[in-house]
């Protein structure tokens, strides 16, 4: 095992602004939701008479607090399709980045939308609530098949070239970390395939996690040989192993997404299918919710 350290080894913080703001906008709803358990918990004429009422209530400070917020993060999960969509947004900022930011606002949505609702989801509202529900949870699926597709760090897919060339850069950087021969390290590498055919849609999701477990396995089994000293060498040294195996689990994920990239962005064009027309009723249902809110409830804006 080659004794030079990883350059980036260290470079990574431990806990990252995305991680901060994601389980910020996940524990504040969930903590006031405990906090006032009780009133939750109490039908529509209990509520009224708990003074609770007058600060968690929907039209009340705290619970239009979270309404506002909740508006305004919805409709900034829409940014995200339009910078894709629209070339003039194409400048700001990365589409990596503004992917991860709608993960995050996505998940913590429906969380801060309930707090809003005071956990009560009735009439069109309820029907757009289930709706943002759903494709908050479609997006889990949606997200993991968009990661089964190589790309840049900007989010833009690699080329089959590209990938072949990251494939040939991989194998010699793990040779140099581990002092083997690159034929040597890509037969260690090669994770045996399920076999192949026309797969249906949930074949291929089961697939995929199926490589998932695959891989896991094939790196446990190449850690526990390459952590051994070979005969008449010094032991690896722990750094180079860990950036070694770092960018084995990378070639190992290459090579299964590449088996299965025709089948991924198969199954990732339905869920584009269904993702979209669910979004666009939960958006129209929160601008009529809103429209009517304003109208005819006792939302006072301005
Ligand atoms: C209220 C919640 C959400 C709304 C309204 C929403 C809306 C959308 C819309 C409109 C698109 C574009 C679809 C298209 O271009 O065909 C999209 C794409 C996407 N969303 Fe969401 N989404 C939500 C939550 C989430 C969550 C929670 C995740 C992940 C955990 C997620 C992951 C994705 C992914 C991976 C894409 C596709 C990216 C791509 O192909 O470039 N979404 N979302």
Same mark, same amino acid.
């Given at each position: 095992?080659?004794?030079?350290?990883?350059?980036?080894?260290?470079?990574?913080?431990?806990?990252?602004?995305?991680?901060?703001?994601?389980?910020?906008?996940?524990?504040?709803?969930?903590?006031?939701? !405990?906090?006032? @358990?009780?009133?939750? &918990?109490?039908?529509? =004429?209990?509520?009224?008479?708990?003074?609770?009422?007058?600060? !968690?209530?929907?039209?009340?400070? !705290?619970?239009?607090?979270?309404?506002?917020?909740?508006?305004?993060?919805?409709?900034?999960?829409?940014?995200?399709?339009?910078?894709?969509?629209?070339?003039?947004?194409?400048?700001?900022?990365?589409?990596?980045?503004? @992917?991860?930011?709608?993960?995050?606002?996505?998940? /913590?949505?429906? #969380?801060?939308?309930? $707090?809003?609702?005071?956990?009560?989801?009735?009439?069109?509202?309820?029907?757009?609530?289930?709706?943002?529900?759903? $494709? &908050?949870?479609?997006?889990?699926?949606?997200?993991?098949?968009?990661?089964?597709?190589?790309?840049?760090?900007?989010?833009?897919?690699?080329?089959?070239?590209?990938?072949?060339?990251?494939?040939?850069?991989?194998?010699?950087?793990?040779?140099?970390?581990?002092?083997?021969?690159?034929?040597?390290?890509?037969?260690?590498?090669?994770?045996?395939? /399920?076999?192949?055919?026309?797969? =249906?849609?949930?074949?291929? #999701?089961?697939? @995929?996690?199926?490589?998932?477990?695959?891989?896991?396995?094939? !790196?446990?089994?190449?850690?526990?040989?390459?952590?051994?000293?070979?005969?008449?060498?010094?032991?690896?040294?722990?750094?180079? @192993?860990?950036?070694?195996?770092?960018?084995?689990?990378?070639?190992?994920?290459?090579?299964?997404?590449?088996?299965?990239?025709?089948?991924?962005?198969?199954?990732?064009?339905?869920?584009?299918?269904?993702?979209?027309?669910?979004?666009?009723?939960?958006?129209?249902?929160?601008?009529?919710?809103?429209? $009517?809110?304003?109208?005819?409830?006792? $939302?006072?804006?301005?």
């Amino acid at each position: 095992m080659n004794q030079a350290a990883p350059k980036r080894a260290g470079n990574t913080p431990a806990v990252t602004a995305d991680q901060v703001v994601f389980v910020t906008l996940l524990v504040t709803p969930i903590a006031l939701t !405990l906090r006032d @358990l009780h009133y939750y &918990s109490l039908g529509p =004429g209990g509520r009224i008479r708990d003074p609770l009422h007058a600060t !968690l209530s929907p039209g009340r400070p !705290l619970g239009l607090l979270f309404g506002f917020l909740g508006l305004f993060l919805f409709l900034f999960m829409w940014l995200y399709p339009m910078r894709k969509r629209i070339p003039i947004l194409r400048k700001i900022g990365g589409l990596g980045t503004w @992917l991860r930011i709608h993960v995050i606002v996505g998940s /913590a949505l429906p #969380l801060l939308v309930a $707090v809003h609702a005071g956990w009560r989801f009735h009439g069109l509202i309820g029907l757009g609530y289930a709706a943002m529900v759903l $494709v &908050s949870l479609s997006g889990i699926v949606g997200r993991y098949l968009y990661t089964r597709i190589p790309r840049h760090r900007n989010g833009v897919e690699l080329t089959r070239d590209e990938v072949e060339g990251e494939r040939r850069t991989l194998l010699t950087r793990i040779a140099a970390q581990t002092g083997l021969d690159p034929t040597e390290v890509e037969r260690a590498l090669f994770v045996e395939p /399920a076999r192949a055919g026309r797969l =249906g849609p949930i074949q291929v #999701l089961a697939r @995929l996690l199926a490589d998932d477990i695959a891989q896991r396995r094939a !790196l446990g089994e190449i850690r526990r040989r390459w952590s051994m000293p070979r005969p008449g060498a010094p032991a690896p040294d722990p750094k180079a @192993l860990r950036e070694a195996l770092r960018l084995a689990r990378r070639q190992i994920a290459l090579d299964q997404q590449m088996r299965m990239l025709d089948a991924t962005h198969r199954l990732f064009g339905y869920w584009h299918v269904a993702h979209l027309p669910v979004a666009i009723t939960a958006l129209i249902a929160v601008l009529v919710h809103v429209v $009517v809110a304003v109208i005819v409830g006792g $939302v006072k804006i301005g």
